[in-house]
Each structure stands twice: as C-alpha cells, then as structure tokens.
Nanobody
Framework: QVQLQESGPGLVKPSQTLSLTCTVS??????????WNWIRQSPGKGLEWIGY???????KLSPSLKSRTSISRDTTKNQVFLQLSSVTPEDAAIYYCVRGVETRWYPFEYWGQGNQVTVSS
C-alpha cells in the first residue's frame, strides 16, 4: 500500500524559506497516472492547494503562491520537495503531501499525516 510521509522543520522564522520533503513508499512518483500535491490547512483559511508534481515531471502552482513556491523531486529517492520562501505568520499551517490519480472522479484518496509548521521569531 502507498504511504506518504512529510518531514521538515516545525518552526521557521519570518522571511526565511520553508523546506519540506514528502517521501513516498509503495508507489513510484513517476508512475502513470499519479500526481503529487502539496496542500496546507490553517484555522483561518481552511484547506489551500499549493501545487503539484506530475508524474511526467511537470509542475503546476497556485497563482496566489507561485511567486515564492518551488516544487521539485528526486526520482531515485522517490521524494517530492516543497520550498516556500519569505514566509510570514500567515503561512503557519499543517502541510500535507497528497497523491492524486488522473483516472478517478475523486483523486485524493491518500494523504500523509501532515507536518505542523509554526512561523515565529
């Protein structure tokens, strides 16, 4: 079965860059028809889609965040990475790695447990 595990810092200072890793087991991040999403959840905004890494290597980012967001991958390690620069307290949230499947009506069946990120000086 597929498992997704987020890892990274729990505390980031304002203006710094947040770097998170999603490690996937049980599936290949290059396998059709999967795409690998970053989604965050905060009390004020609820769920917010950040972007994804398609199995082909193409990325797509949310228009509201793309200016300071980068998604990359390491196919050898089966990992997807998220970098969010110039963070503010509004970026504090639980960050999830989520598998998407192109052939399903509801694609987001598998979620990681989430990584809680606090932004504070």
């Amino acid at each position: 079965q597929v498992q997704l595990q987020e890892s990274g810092p729990g505390l980031v200072k304002p203006s710094q860059t947040l770097s998170l890793t999603c490690t996937v087991s049980g599936d290949s991040i290059t396998m059709e028809y999967y795409y690998w999403n970053w989604i965050r959840q905060s009390p004020g905004k609820g769920l917010e889609w950040i972007g994804y890494m398609h199995y082909s290597g193409i990325t797509k980012l949310s228009p509201s965040l793309k200016s300071r967001t980068s998604i990359s991958r390491d196919t050898t390690k089966n990992q997807v990475f998220l970098q969010l620069s110039s963070v503010t307290p509004e970026d504090a949230a639980i960050y999830y790695c989520v598998r998407g499947v192109e052939t399903r009506w509801y694609p987001f069946e598998y979620w990681g447990q989430g990584n809680q990120v606090t932004v504070s000086s």
